[in-house]
């Protein structure tokens, strides 16, 4: 039997339509209906440029966001800044091997968390994830478009930030509320929003893990002296003025590891990635590892504590410029490891899946710290964005 027929409409015109008896053509649906995903999972992040052809455009996606940067004619500066840029970008991702691994590192986070929804919760399976990055392909505009055609019954956006910054993970929703600013967002699909988890126990029971790997390259008799420096993304003490809650959720983040480590270590919060003339965050990472030294300590573990997944800042900054480059300027005398970013850890992937789950079960769609602005907030931007979700999320 054929699985299209020609249908007349009249005036000499005619179809291509489905034959509606025709076994094939019917398994063919069932099997979409079958396979069509029931739950989204949105993945936030920054992103990061997959080859260094990509770097021009990620570097100006960066300069020209104001969430996360602010400069005197933005329009004007950051592109001015981002082509300056380009080039020492470029070299650092040619060290690296050639490009980003954030997407890679996603996906497998995405196919382990899919993964273990989908038998944890068959009510809510078929599940997909998705992802939308800030700066690189795949952007927030592309895969919203995706979403829109697969027809969810429940989209869950998922800051893959652990803290909450208005800087980063507060971009990647202003993002998504610009996408539907002259769209209509699709109807009957529900929404939450998971935006920070910076003390799952999951998460810190990860982090310990990586940690006594890297505790393990010392001799035994060494081991409990060595400095563990905990190393987040700076950030400029004019956004801590304002009343971002980062700092302090990068140190709940800390202090829930430490307890779970039962404080085995010394240790310290230090910051990088610091950029331009204004002030951020201190002490610099590169700085707090000088001051030890300069006391006589000589033995490092740098732990990435806002950073889930390797990219520029942890194979660049942390393993090349801190781990040998500084060493070599220190005299060759100290060891700095680096404990792995969370990536594909199983207790990662579990404790991605754990809060889903949890969100989704106790029906949770979004928290009033979400929708709640800085105390000093002057971003014109926040509130529309914090409008919409409550909107539809239906808070
Ligand atoms: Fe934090 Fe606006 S800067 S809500």
Redesign the pocket.
Known sequence: MECFQRVFVGNGRSLVWPNARCARYLSQESNIEKHKPKTGILLLNMGGPQTVNDVPDYLLRIMTDRNLIQLPMQRFLGPYIAKKRTAEVQKKYEEIGGGSPILKWTQKQGNGLVERLDTASPSTAPHKYYVAFRYANPLTDETMRQIEKDQLDHLVVFSQYPQFS?ATS?SSFDAIYHYFRKRQVPANMKWTVIDRWPTHSLLCQCIADRIKTELNFFPVEEQKDVVLLFSAHSLPLKAVK???SYPYEVGATVQAVMETMKYSNPYAITWQSKVGPVPWLEPATEDAIKGFHKRGLKNFILVPIAFTNEHIETLHELDIEYGKDLVKELGGKITIRRAAAPNDHKLFLDCLADIVETAVKADERVTNKFLS??PK?T?RS?QPYKSFFAKVCQK
């Open positions: 208005c507060g304002r009343g971002d602005r800085c907030c971003n926040c």
